[in-house]
Every structure is written in C-alpha cells, then in structure tokens.
C-alpha cells in the first residue's frame, strides 16, 4: 500500500513558468511533511518542509502549501529555472517517528527548457 | 563541514554472498538511518540506528542488519543477496532530539547484485 501518491511522474516546464508537484497521503498519523530535490548521482537534499499547524510555507522561490482535510500537499517552484531540473520527491513521517522514519512518493522528474 | 559520506561508490557483488556498506555521519549528528532506493523509486526506510542500538525498522527481512559504532559511523549489512537487492543504499543523519532536524543524505552506494 502506497502510503504517499505523488504526480505527476514528469513534468517538462519552460524557463520562468511554475512548475507545480502534488502529493497525497492516507496516513492522518503524519505529521511532518519535507521536499526533497534530487540530482543524477547524487542523494537528496531537503528543500523545504511542513508540518500541519501551518496551510502554506514559503522559501525563496519554493512554496509548500498544504491542505489537511483533503490530505494533500504541493510544491510550487517560482521562476522555474534550468538548474531546477532534478528529481523531486515528496514525504512524510508520523509522530514520534521523527524526521528520519519518511514514507517517500516516487518522485517527480522535472526538467526546465530554456 | 564535512557532510555524510559513504563507501564504497559502487560495488558488484554475485547472488548469495554477502555485502558490508558503510557511513560516516555529517558532523554533530548522533542518529544513523538507511534507505533503499531501487532505480526510479523513492527511497524506502530500511532502519535507523542510535546509542548503538536499532530503534526502528522499516518492512525489510532480517537479511538486512546493521550496527552503529561509538563514534556514531554504521554499516549496513546484507546477507544472501538476491538480484532484487540491486539499488542505491542511502545514509542519512539526523540530530534524534531535535524534533525538527532534517535528514541530510549522503550521495549513496549503487550495488549491483548479478
């Protein structure tokens, strides 16, 4: 059972648009929620993350915003640039699990045309 | 500031041996967890190691075992590898009381099973 759906698989975005990455959840148990953005050959890096007390964070160009009735959270990159191109993956993790028990979705690949 | 590292980078090993990976927290991190990413997934959540001792697991068989060294490093253990075994394995370190210290991953080892 696929605790974390993330879509799209890809996504092909021109240079300065939005890219937008959606992610739903089963487990109301969850309670931390990261991005994480993943080059080739490299493990991933945390972008930005949230936890359910807030609807919306926002970091530079990144933005999470989350909806906890609908069990449901997204990425919005601004400005989309190039060098975003990469693999995103959205997570979660329950209380007392900690940041480091992450239930990870599949992953989006992003690529940015200039 | 020196980051996770891991080692090897890559590995080969045939079906039914068994492998050792290893990994060096980044700096001030006491807790160690270990993720499998098969080619085109998410990580998944194999365990996570501190004060020595497993703290939690994820749904791997006991083929896969572990051991954290006083100087908080791990290894991660495989035994009677199957070709199913063949991904990149992820370190990742954490602070284990800071209830929002981000997981920060290593680049990983690829180990390719024949």
């Known amino acids: 059972q696929q605790q974390v759906k993330q879509s799209p698989q890809s996504l092909i975005v021109q240079k300065g648009g939005i890219s937008i990455i959606n992610c739903a959840y089963e487990n109301t148990a969850f309670d931390y929620f990261p991005w994480y953005q993943q080059f080739p050959g490299k493990g991933p890096a945390l972008l930005i993350a949230i936890r359910p007390d807030v609807s919306e964070k926002k970091e530079g160009r990144f933005t999470i915003s989350f909806n906890k009735s609908a069990k449901q959270f997204s990425l919005h990159i601004m400005d989309s640039q190039p060098g975003d191109s990469a693999t995103y993956f959205c997570a979660a993790s329950r209380a007392g699990a900690g940041s480091y028990q992450l239930t990870f979705g599949k992953g989006t690949k992003l690529s940015v045309i200039p | 500031d020196a980051g996770v590292t891991q080692s090897p980078t890559h590995l080969i090993k045939t079906r039914g041996q068994q492998v050792t990976l290893r990994c060096s927290p980044k700096?001030?991190?006491?807790?160690v967890s270990w993720y499998q990413q098969a080619l085109g997934q998410g990580p998944q959540f194999i365990f996570q190691y501190y004060e020595e001792e497993e703290r939690q697991r994820g749904n791997f068989p006991d083929r896969f075992s572990g051991h954290q060294f006083p100087n908080y490093s791990s290894e991660l253990n495989v035994n009677a590898l199957l070709l199913g075994d063949s991904a990149l394995y992820l370190c990742a370190s954490s602070l284990v009381d800071r209830d929002n210290s981000p997981l920060h991953f290593g680049n990983g080892t690829r180990l390719t099973v024949t």
């Open positions: 700096s001030g991190h006491d807790t």
